[in-house]
């Protein structure tokens, strides 16, 4: 049965960040909701065009459409044996949605760690973020710089700041986020998933408490 870990965080509380290092550590693949949109707004696919407002304004997505684009990914055969869900879900209907989809794919959610971090250290962390344009690595200009400034380390890639880092629009996806997301905090506390980590701590110190978390 597929081991399906869920990561649920307000934006910038570190969950790409160790999505990636529990994606190495523990071969399943990380699946981030945002980097899919963010491929296709570069692609200019008809789903990056569609997703681009939304985006751009600090808003989610339309459930149908991003419900539509993680059941095409979690259909691929890498994540068959589970996977680390960064970003996804971030509605009720999108939790519902997931639940069915996993059910169909012999699979199941078996833990939800919820990177717990206030909104003032968000808005440090946002407004710092350095990301690699070619694949999504993510780096911090004061808390996680790269070697060489504006280099990612692992490709060589040009970072760059994302457009919705910019103070106000990061306002906004917190307010999005207390909305629309933390509902799915009792949902999973309920359903006996949830693991609460202290997402102020260093990143090692986080990427730890995972581990212990979905071991
Ligand atoms: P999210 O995916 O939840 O939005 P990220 O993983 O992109 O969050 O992290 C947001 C920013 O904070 C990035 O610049 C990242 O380098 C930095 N960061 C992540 N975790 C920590 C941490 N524990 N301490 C300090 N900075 C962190
Ligand atoms: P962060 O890492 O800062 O939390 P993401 O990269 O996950 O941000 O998401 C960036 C944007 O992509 C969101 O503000 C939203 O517009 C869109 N998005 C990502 N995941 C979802 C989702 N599950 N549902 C709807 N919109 C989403």
Redesign the pocket.
């Given at each position: 049965m597929g081991k399906y870990i869920v990561?649920l965080?307000?934006?910038?509380?570190?969950?790409?960040?160790?999505?990636?290092v529990l994606s190495e550590k523990t071969g399943l693949a990380h699946i981030?909701s945002?980097d899919i949109f963010r491929e296709n707004l570069k692609a200019q696919t008809e789903l990056g065009k569609l997703a681009q407002g939304f985006m751009n304004r600090g808003e989610l997505v339309p459930d149908d459409v991003t419900i539509a684009m993680i059941r095409e990914r979690l259909s691929r055969p890498d994540c068959k044996a589970g996977a680390i869900l960064?970003?996804f879900p971030r509605t009720p209907a999108q939790a519902q949605a997931l639940s069915e989809m996993l059910a169909q794919l012999d699979g199941k959610v078996v833990s939800v760690p919820y990177?717990s971090?206030p909104p003032a250290?968000?808005i440090e962390?946002?407004s710092?973020?350095?990301?690699c344009r070619a694949q999504g690595h993510?780096?911090?200009?004061?808390?996680?710089p790269p070697v060489k400034a504006g280099v990612c380390d692992e490709d060589g890639s040009e970072l760059y700041q994302r457009e919705d880092d910019q103070p106000a629009t990061v306002e906004r996806r917190i307010r999005v986020y207390l909305d629309q997301t933390t509902p799915l905090i009792d949902h999973y506390r309920q359903a006996g998933l949830l693991v609460e980590i202290d997402?102020?701590?260093?990143?090692e110190?986080?990427t730890s408490a995972l581990l212990t978390a979905v071991e």
């Open positions: 990561l965080g307000p934006p910038g509380a570190g969950k790409g960040t160790q999505a990636e981030s945002g960064d970003g990177i971090v250290v968000l962390r946002l710092g973020r350095w990301t993510i780096y911090h200009s004061q808390f996680h997402g102020t701590q260093s990143i110190q986080v």
